[in-house]
């Protein structure tokens, strides 16, 4: 997720600890526990996001009509209880019974279609890609789009079948539709409370997209395990465990998501009690909680990929291939990850895992050769040194890129030995560098990264390069279209040639340059039971309990 693409040392607020108390009747124990995430979320309108800060919230709150099985990207049923299509086209949903959103209002078939309606009529602001990123990376363009640049919506309609069936219509055939369903940007929200709390009113400020209404901020309303209760911007988001909830009641009464963006100040917090769990260990601290008795360290299954952009666009000196190749051979990929990821991270071929299905050893390589690319920027329309801006994040660490500044130092480094002359830029993560990276005013270079979504090359890939994107800047017609061809292919066996053909392509053109895939960890006391790792990054809490709970 786009944490692609979706953060500053906060002061540590009063010690939060856990609470047993008990309550009505003494039968059970009201239990706290208090997470430390590296920054605050954007939204919390699952829609009008993109990345994990805030996916890590809104999946406690909200559910989709299909979910992932705990710890891997295996489909199965949540609002939905099962499915169907003969054509690829028309998905037919059965829906769950007897569910109620938080607000005590009926889920059923006409709210899945509100939801699904709601984003294909957005117009004005709502269409910038700052606000819907994930619909218009899965479904495209809008019923009306306002830009030229936007395509024609996969997704054209929804039908009721009394209350608890619907089918949802596509344009063409979809491979990834259905994995991709279980992204928090498509949950089902409580339509009354969209409405009653303004949730389609925004607007852009400086080119990015803000909510005007209260929705996204203070009335988040879905059928979760979890419902909101507060948001104190820079100190901690508050939420209760839902106990009108229709499945399994989660263990925990509250539960508390702290931001603490610096790497060894949520370290910290775990050492003292402060938290009992926190994403994104550094790996150079992994060490540290493993020999500490009363702590443990969880693995996070690797699926994601590390990447600099090259952004080509008028007069940029990127539009020439010899100039990105350089770029690929002037960074030292194995160095940074070598260094800087404590045998936690492996060098990146191409732009997708090496688990998933297209995957392919036959794309061509850059290894770091300095005396080369200097050789390609003199014969090409950057001589040395060749003027490049390069642009990376402040006040955040990401899974795929623990310690930004210093990959950047070292990249910087290897491509100022490489012929070229490097201006550094910085910003801040939330939300100014992410918007940047998205729009394509991000310089000539940038560091970001992606934490898959669900398991499909699509969600990589497509993601990146299906279609004309403003990050990268460029139009190759061959690429888009066979990223296009395998999206609507209903044969596995079809769609995994075309991705193998398309990883080759992709990395001969060098859009961008991909340099790690990363497997993440998480810090927790050993009292802390039932958490289950995500390779998508957005656990659920529902399951977790605390010592003898």
């Given amino acids: 997720m786009r944490g692609n693409f979706r ?55 909200f559910e989709s009509l299909v979910k992932l099985k705990p710890g891997t990207t295996l489909i199965q049923p949540a609002l939905a209880t099962k499915w169907s299509s003969k054509n690829a086209k028309d998905w037919t949903f059965t829906l769950r019974r007897n569910v109620k959103f938080q607000d005590n209002t009926p889920f059923n078939a006409a709210a899945v279609c509100y939801n699904y309606n709601r984003q294909y009529n957005f117009t004005g602001a709502f269409q910038d890609a700052s606000a819907t990123y994930y619909w218009q990376t899965v479904f495209g363009g809008f019923k009306h789009n306002g830009s030229a640049d936007l395509s024609p919506s996969l997704y054209i309609g929804c039908t009721t079948h009394g209350k608890y069936s619907v089918t949802i219509h596509l344009r063409t055939p979809s491979g990834p539709f259905l994995p991709g369903q279980v992204i928090s940007s498509f ?28 929705y996204a901020f203070s009335h988040p309303t879905g059928t979760g395990p979890f419902k909101f209760v507060s948001w104190t911007v820079g100190e901690k988001l508050v939420l209760a465990a839902n106990r009108s909830y229709w499945g399994p009641k989660a263990k925990i009464s509250t539960l508390i998501i702290r931001p603490i963006s610096n790497n060894s100040a949520r370290l910290q917090a775990l050492q003292t009690g402060e938290v009992q769990g926190y994403d994104l260990v550094a790996p150079e601290h992994i060490a540290t909680i493993k020999s500490n008795s009363k ?46 990821y404590s045998g936690r991270g492996q060098v990146a071929k191409e732009f997708e895992p090496p688990q998933l299905f297209g995957w392919t050893n036959k794309v061509m390589q850059y290894p770091y050769n300095p005396t080369k690319a200097k050789a390609l920027l003199n014969s090409s329309s950057c001589h040395v040194p060749c003027k490049v801006d390069f642009w990376y994040p402040t006040g955040v660490s990401r899974p795929y890129m623990p310690d930004p500044k210093r990959n950047f ?73 066979i990223l296009t061809k395998a999206q609507g292919e209903k044969s596995l066996a079809k769609r995994i040639a075309l991705y193998k053909q398309a990883n080759i392509m992709i990395m001969k053109y060098l859009p961008a340059v991909p340099y790690a895939h990363s497997r993440p960890a998480l810090g927790f006391e050993k009292t802390v039971k039932g958490y289950v790792a995500s390779p998508v990054g957005t656990d659920p809490f529902q399951g977790v309990s605390i010592g003898g709970q």
Avoid: C
């Fill in 7 to 61: 953060r500053l040392v906060l002061p540590l607020a009063a010690v939060l600890v856990l609470v047993a108390a008990g309550t009505a009747g003494g039968a059970s124990k009201a239990v706290t526990l208090v997470f430390a995430g590296a920054a605050d979320p954007t939204y919390l309108d699952p829609a009008l996001v993109s990345d994990g800060e805030s996916f890590r919230v809104t999946e406690q709150i």
């Fill in 187 to 214: 949950a089902i929200q409580s339509p009354t409370a969209l409405k009653k709390y303004g949730a389609d009113s925004g607007e852009l400020r400086n080119g990015t997209f803000y909510p005007t209404g209260s």
């Fill in 295 to 340: 702590l443990k360290v969880l693995d996070r299954p690797s699926f994601n990929v590390a990447y600099v952009t090259i952004h080509q666009g008028p007069g940029s000196p990127m539009n020439d291939i010899k100039v990105r190749q350089a770029v690929a051979y002037g960074l030292d990929r194995a160095s940074v990850v070598n260094s800087f």
């Fill in 409 to 481: 130092e070292a990249f910087s480094a290897s491509l100022e030995n490489s012929g070229f002359s490097v201006t550094a830029h910085s910003a801040p993560w939330r939300p100014d560098y992410v918007k940047h990276v998205n729009d394509g005013t991000a310089g000539d270079l940038n560091m970001i990264g992606w934490t898959g979504d669900f398991g499909d090359p699509d969600n990589f890939l497509g993601t990146f390069f299906r279609t004309p994107n403003p990050q990268f800047g460029f139009h190759n017609a061959a690429i888009f279209n």
